[in-house]
């Protein structure tokens, strides 16, 4: 079972009426890796997620979810999961203590030490009840009763909006926990710092496709680097470059930002100059997405 | 209070689509009651017997009013109807009120509204002034309803401005509710006690001295006796007791905190107990408030009839025309009498089972289905656990008002037999009961969107038939397409099995097509 990838989904499509959600996207995640799915509201993050639960049916492509089919075996893998939503709504006469022990005896029992130990990170009171619960707290309610499992998969869909800081870093502590033990997560988020924090690979998805693939590394590659560079020589012939942008040059002083794939040959010309100065700041995910996403420019 | 005339705009706007079924509600009951009335009790000899029969009968009377209204036919009616029409018009004023403050408060929209130039008092007041224009409307059409049917003007009015006290009085205890509890149901679980209460009291009131029934907000509207004297002076205490609870609430509205209640809420368990474990367990948890206040309210509701069965011969004697209501042409006039009232109140188990099956969409629409359902517990398991607390649920509800039915019946005539025969009796109509309920599994399976329109639509159409079907003149097929047609009248009719295998057939095969849909559908919100 663990030879295949954790989760497969390759030209999924899936449309509600005359909205197309999902458009034939690939997604891979291999057993044992933590992966950032990363994209805008509405991009289909959750529709992905709800067809890799079985509740959605997929209207064309294939999706194997721990070398099974989501939809025909749902009860089975189920049992192999664990999943927390990111607009958690709950029954509202029933305590949150309740809902975690129910959600984890549904999943196939919980671990009692565990789910004490969470609450106690968590900072949770589990004898209210969920009516009176904020925001946060119930995404605590549900982040608790996923995380208490030992499934060796986690699908978490914005897992981690409405939370403060400080219970930010505990969830982070808990996924890393999570890489430690070889289970497989599907992190999606909008917040860049927590996927470039957790995630070893990351798939960036939006208008249902999945837009980029890879590793942060590898994703780097495909961004600019901010350079700002002092030089003994009078600088000249940077801005006729290939790959170099929006170039601001004085004599001596030059700042711009330049494909990272071509930050060699660059560099290659400056040396000659005399460098007395050169800071360089590497792409953060950040502005990854804001290429995707700000411009209307899509890569294809 | 800054804001307030714009906040009841936009109240009014939100309640736009409810609000008039409730007073339409109102109105047709006394529009209704005047019509039957005036057909069977139209000359002074009808209703001298009436008076006869009645005023000897306690408990008559503890389900209608006080007997002073009996002097006249506009008297009788409000006799027979006024205390529902009460009833609804007390529990639009609740649910207007209840849900414009601390239902918007508990949801967090009034945080929303009170971050703009809105005063502190000002969410309530224009909730109160809502129910101030809803009741106004409702006794309005009442007295147009009154007048229309050829009743006094003045007593019409009269009618119209004690239906309109009772409303307040209530909108009024929902403003001081609404700042005591933190949470709306328990809002409106306190108002229905005390309109409870109110019911109660008035009905030992009016069996005896009468004293009690000037604790009631509906005995203050009832001892105006409109067209039986015409009263007026009563009406002062509603509109003294509302006064005063407005202020009550704007007094506690000022020493509270948004959000806050008086009473605090309890915390509950802090771990779940063993039966919360799977799909059984949750259906039962979160439908079990709901299924005891029915069975309750049946169990009271077959009572009542089973009260008066006693007495049921007599006044068919005394007021033959009413023969032509019950079924079986009179052949044993308190057989009719036991499988009417059965039959009716077989409808409304019917009711209850769909709103048990429509919980399933509920779960979905509100997003609750989706973890259960990321779990290992199966689709089937889901449908199963929810439709288990329906089916039995209904049959639960049933023996309820068999077993009200019998025990009230029982007592009067000292039979203790009566009890598990008209449970047994009432029963019969599991099968028909079930039926709907399968009708709102086939809908949530295949078209969740119109789940509840078309079970609430086969619900109605079953009622059409089982109280109208000879006054609309219906054809033949239109009666049979409706299962409470095909199941004998007990005690009335010998009980035969083969129709009820039938229809419990039918539920069967469409709560199997039911699941094949949910099967096959997108599960979503």
């Known amino acids: 079972m663990a030879t295949g990838p954790a989760i497969s989904i390759s030209v999924l499509s899936k449309s509600f009426g005359p909205v197309q959600a999902l458009d034939r996207l690939d997604l891979t995640v291999p057993a044992g890796e933590v992966h950032g799915f990363l994209g805008p509201n509405g991009s289909g993050k959750t529709t992905t997620i709800r067809v890799l639960l079985g509740l959605l049916r997929a209207d064309a492509g294939e999706v194997t979810l721990l070398g099974r089919d989501p939809w025909r075996d749902a009860v089975a893998l189920h049992g192999r999961l664990a999943y927390v939503p990111g607009d958690v709504t709950l029954w509202p006469g029933i305590t949150g203590g309740e809902v975690i022990d129910f959600l984890g005896r549904m999943r196939g029992g919980l671990d009692r030490r565990r789910r004490d130990r969470l609450l106690e990170m968590f900072d949770l009171d589990p004898s209210r009840k969920a009516r009176t619960y904020s925001k946060g707290n119930r995404q605590k309610v549900a982040l608790i009763a996923g995380l208490a499992s030992d499934a060796p998969l986690l699908l978490l869909d914005e897992p981690t909006s409405g939370l403060d800081p400080l219970m930010e870093s505990v969830f982070q502590q808990c996924i890393q926990d999570m890489r430690q033990d070889g289970r497989t997560v599907l992190l999606s988020s909008h917040i860049l710092a927590e996927v470039e924090a957790l995630c070893d690979r990351v798939s960036i998805i939006r208008l249902g496709r999945r837009v980029e693939t890879g590793t942060l590394a590898e994703l780097r590659h495909l961004t600019r680097t901010s350079i700002t560079v002092e030089t003994s020589e009078p600088l000249t012939g940077i801005t006729g470059l290939a790959g170099v942008h929006d170039a601001v040059l004085e004599d001596h002083r030059a700042r711009f930002d330049v494909d990272t794939a071509r930050l060699d040959e660059v560099v290659r010309r400056l040396a000659p100059l005399g460098v007395r100065s050169l800071t360089s700041t590497p792409p953060t995910l950040e502005e990854m997405f804001l290429r995707h996403y700000g411009d209307e420019a899509t890569p294809s | 209070m800054t804001g307030t005339i714009g906040l009841l705009r936009f109240m009014l706007r939100r309640e736009r689509r409810g609000l008039?079924?409730?007073?339409?509600?109102?109105?047709?009951?006394?529009?209704?009651?005047?019509?039957?009335?005036?057909?069977?009790?139209?000359?002074?000899?009808?209703?001298?017997?009436?008076?006869?029969?009645?005023?000897?009968?306690?408990?008559?009377?503890?389900?209608?009013?006080?007997?002073?209204?009996?002097?006249?036919?506009?008297?009788?009616?409000?006799?027979?109807?006024?205390?529902?029409?009460?009833?609804?018009?007390?529990?639009?004023?609740?649910?207007?009120?209840?849900?414009?403050?601390?239902?918007?408060?508990?949801?967090?929209?009034?945080?929303?509204?009170?971050?703009?130039?809105?005063?502190?008092?000002?969410?309530?007041?224009?909730?109160?002034?809502?129910?101030?224009?809803?009741?106004?409307?409702?006794?309005?059409?009442?007295?147009?309803?009154?007048?229309?049917?050829?009743?006094?003007?003045?007593?019409?009015?009269?009618?119209?401005?004690?239906?309109?006290?009772?409303?307040?009085?209530?909108?009024?205890?929902?403003?001081?509710?609404?700042?005591?509890?933190?949470?709306?149901?328990?809002?409106?679980?306190?108002?229905?006690?005390?309109?409870?209460?109110?019911?109660?009291?008035?009905?030992?009131?009016?069996?005896?001295?009468?004293?009690?029934?000037?604790?009631?907000?509906?005995?203050?509207?009832?001892?105006?006796?409109?067209?039986?004297?015409?009263?007026?002076?009563?009406?002062?205490?509603?509109?003294?007791?509302?006064?005063?609870?407005?202020?009550?609430?704007?007094?506690?509205?000022?020493?509270?905190?948004?959000?806050?209640?008086?009473?605090?809420?309890?915390?509950?368990?802090?771990?779940?107990?063993?039966?919360?474990?799977?799909?059984?367990?949750?259906?039962?948890?979160?439908?079990?408030?709901?299924?005891?206040?029915?069975?309750?309210?049946?169990?009271?509701?077959?009572?009542?009839?089973?009260?008066?069965?006693?007495?049921?011969?007599?006044?068919?004697?005394?007021?033959?025309?009413?023969?032509?209501?019950?079924?079986?042409?009179?052949?044993?006039?308190?057989?009719?009498?036991?499988?009417l009232t059965l039959g009716l109140s077989a409808l409304v188990a019917a009711a209850y089972g769909v709103t048990s099956v429509l919980r399933l969409h509920a779960e979905e629409t509100s997003g609750r289905a989706e973890p259960v359902l990321a779990t290992r517990t199966s689709r089937l398991a889901w449908l199963a656990g929810h439709l288990s607390v329906a089916l039995a649920g209904t049959a639960l509800a049933l023996a309820a008002i068999g077993g009200g039915l019998g025990l009230a019946y029982a007592l009067t005539v000292s039979d203790p037999s009566q009890v598990p025969r008209l449970a047994g009796a009432a029963l019969t109509y599991l099968p028909a009961v079930w039926l709907i309920a399968a009708v709102a599994v086939l809908t949530v399976g295949w078209k969740p969107r119109a789940a509840a329109a078309v079970s609430w639509i086969a619900v109605a159409y079953c009622v059409v038939v089982g109280l109208f079907a000879e006054s609309f003149d219906l054809p033949g097929w239109a009666q049979r397409a409706s299962p409470f047609a095909h199941t004998p009248q007990v005690p009335l009719e010998p009980l035969s099995v083969t129709p009820l295998l039938t229809i419990g057939l039918v539920a069967a095969v469409l709560t199997t097509a039911g699941y094949a849909g949910l099967r096959r559908r997108d599960i979503g919100p």
Not at chain 2, 71 to 100: K, N, T, W, Y
Not at chain 2, 253 to 265: M, T
Not at chain 2, 271 to 299: E, I
């Open chain 2, 20 to 339: 008039p079924w409730w007073l339409l509600g109102a109105t047709a009951l006394l529009y209704v009651q005047s019509l039957q009335s005036q057909k069977l009790y139209g000359t002074a000899e009808a209703l001298a017997n009436l008076r006869r029969t009645i005023g000897g009968n306690s408990a008559v009377i503890a389900m209608s009013g006080p007997t002073p209204l009996l002097q006249s036919i506009g008297g009788e009616i409000v006799f027979e109807i006024f205390a529902f029409v009460a009833i609804v018009v007390a529990l639009m004023s609740m649910f207007l009120v209840g849900r414009q403050t601390r239902g918007d408060e508990e949801a967090g929209r009034a945080e929303l509204i009170r971050s703009v130039r809105v005063g502190r008092r000002a969410p309530t007041a224009a909730a109160l002034l809502l129910a101030v224009v809803a009741d106004a409307n409702a006794g309005f059409l009442v007295f147009c309803a009154a007048t229309l049917t050829g009743l006094p003007a003045d007593g019409s009015l009269l009618l119209g401005l004690a239906v309109i006290a009772t409303g307040l009085v209530f909108a009024a205890l929902t403003a001081v509710a609404a700042q005591l509890f933190e949470n709306v149901r328990a809002v409106y679980g306190a108002v229905g006690f005390l309109l409870g209460a109110a019911y109660a009291l008035r009905a030992a009131g009016d069996t005896g001295n009468g004293a009690l029934s000037w604790l009631s907000p509906i005995g203050w509207g009832q001892r105006t006796f409109p067209y039986a004297g015409d009263r007026w002076w009563p009406l002062l205490i509603p509109l003294v007791v509302s006064a005063l609870l407005v202020m009550l609430a704007a007094a506690l509205l000022d020493r509270r905190d948004f959000g806050a209640g008086l009473v605090p809420s309890r915390p509950g368990r802090s771990t779940a107990s063993p039966a919360l474990g799977n799909a059984f367990g949750l259906a039962w948890r979160l439908q079990r408030t709901a299924l005891v206040s029915w069975v309750c309210g049946l169990a009271l509701l077959g009572a009542g009839y089973g009260s008066v069965a006693n007495s049921i011969e007599q006044y068919v004697e005394d007021n033959p025309e009413i023969m032509q209501f019950l079924p079986g042409g009179g052949r044993s006039v308190l057989d009719a009498y036991l499988a």
